[in-house]
């Protein structure tokens, strides 16, 4: 027996359906795409900014924990090698003394200080002695505030045991010593050797050794000298230094500025 029935007919896709979905599919795909290299790109940014951002905290930790020991009134400005750079002397030890010779006293080579707390190898490593220091120009050698701290009598031939200490100072010509004023404290400050950061180029360097060069290597050498400001002591506030670090951030030549305050506790 022949059975009979309708012949079936199997669809297919037509050119021009294919061409659209193939149409679509492209445009799917570069919105996927530019959307992952947006995300991708956001997300490096962030990145980026971040670590300039991590960068710049370190080294205003830096210099925050450095300038806050700085001797009163020692902060100074000035352009070495066509380099901006900050100026200052890190305080070694602060006593209080009794008896120093100053004008018109007759000028003598012993101070008369009072035992202190804090008579260690940093004290040892002091070279100069300064009282009154009101500006930077007073650190200077014979200055009449700041002198010498002589080898013979002086911080290695201290009897500690004593409660009164005999200083044996010195100008840098191996004179005697005669202060130019009295500090309203009495206080006398024991430096050392003078610390300098300086802008150079890209990086921030301490006393010529590169202090950071990845963290600081986008630092915009275009700052002006203003980014760097010294506010000196009076008698309503404390010193205090004023930075406006400027970076750039190399993915797309993004502008970061970062403005800090950091204030010198220490008076004369």
Aim: hydrophobic share 40%; proline share 3%; with cysteine.
């Amino acid at each position: 027996m022949v059975k009979s029935g309708k012949k079936r007919h199997v669809k297919g896709f037509t050119l021009i359906e294919m061409v659209t979905v193939i149409i679509i599919l492209g445009i799917v795909a570069v919105g996927a795409t530019s959307f992952m290299q947006y995300s991708t790109r956001m997300y490096l940014d962030a990145k980026e900014r971040d670590q300039l951002i991590s960068g710049a905290r370190f080294v205003l930790e830096r210099l925050k924990r450095e300038i806050r020991h700085a001797a009163p009134n020692s902060l100074k400005l000035e352009t070495i090698s066509g380099n901006q750079c900050l100026s200052f002397y890190p305080i070694v030890a602060v006593a209080a003394y009794i008896d120093i010779p100053v004008e018109p006293e007759a000028a003598r080579s012993s101070v008369t200080i009072k035992n202190f707390d804090g008579y260690d190898d940093r004290f040892l490593d002091a070279t100069h002695a300064v009282v009154y220091g009101l500006n930077a120009s007073d650190y200077d050698n014979d200055s009449g505030k700041k002198f010498r701290i002589k080898q013979s009598g002086g911080i290695n031939d201290l009897n500690t045991s004593l409660t009164i200490w005999q200083l044996n100072l010195e100008t840098e010509s191996l004179g005697l010593v005669q202060f130019t004023a009295d500090s309203p404290t009495r206080r006398m400050y024991f430096i050392n050797t003078q610390t300098t950061f300086c802008f150079v180029g890209t990086t921030l360097t301490r006393n010529g050794i590169t202090l950071a060069d990845k963290l600081a290597v986008n630092i915009n050498t275009s700052m002006p000298t203003s980014s760097v400001e010294v506010i000196e002591t009076s008698l309503q506030r404390n010193g205090l230094v004023r930075f406006m670090l400027n970076f750039v951030n190399e993915a797309n030549d993004e502008p970061i500025s970062i403005t800090s305050e950091i204030q010198v506790p220490n008076v004369p």
